[in-house]
């Protein structure tokens, strides 16, 4: 079988797309204009799966996402692996969402949203209800892992203590759920101990 050019290139935006759940520019701005190129040939092709692509050229964001939840219960096979956050990481996200949101309401000299890694465990510890120090650590370092997992956090190379705080956090927790989120979450920490699930991402 002889190949096109378009036919590698679809192949490259499909396998990308259903590999990861978001696809930043930032991190790979050739495969992002490239999906957004041929957004109309790949569209027709998850149809055919009962998906939509979302494209957010302003957020520089790409991600799929099934049509609608009556369509998934009929179906009865999720499409992706849905992943709940632990309740500190829930916490977590709230502050770099609004994090993400001050620096774009006062933009200052850095190109993107940072924050460091002792401004994150400073924050969390107002949370911390454990009395051992090592299980703080292991709670907060897991939350690490789910948000590199999911790319809410990309470390800076050059410097590994500072992370970029991607779209994705718009993504999973839009400003209109903010402050019902916030209520659920002082509500939680108001009784109850860091030890079972929060926000589904």
């Not at 292991?138 to 590199?148: A, G, H, N, S, V």
Request: charged share 25%.
């Amino acid at each position: 079988m002889e190949l096109t050019k378009l036919d590698i290139e679809m192949a490259g935006c499909l396998r990308r797309l259903t590999k990861n759940r978001f696809l930043l520019r930032s991190k790979n701005e050739k495969w992002f204009q490239t999906i957004v190129d041929h957004r109309v040939k790949l569209q027709s092709v998850l149809d055919s799966f009962l998906i939509q692509m979302d494209i957010n050229e302003s957020l520089g964001i790409i991600y799929l996402r099934p049509i609608n939840e009556e369509i998934e219960s009929v179906l009865s096979y999720q499409m992706g692996r849905k992943q709940s956050l632990s309740a500190l990481s829930s916490v977590l996200i709230f502050h770099l969402r609004d994090l993400r949101l001050q620096f774009f309401l006062n933009p200052g000299a850095n190109e993107a949203p940072l924050v460091k890694l002792s401004e994150l465990r400073e924050f969390a510890q107002n949370f911390n209800q454990s009395s051992i120090d090592r299980e703080f650590e292991r709670q907060f370092r897991k939350c690490l892992d789910e948000f590199t997992e999911l790319q809410i956090l990309f470390s800076i190379p050059s410097q590994p203590d500072l992370f970029e705080i991607t779209a994705v956090c718009e993504i999973l927790l839009p400003i209109e759920q903010i402050q019902e989120m916030k209520i659920k979450i002082d509500s939680y920490f108001a009784g109850t101990a860091i030890t079972t699930g929060g926000l589904d991402a």
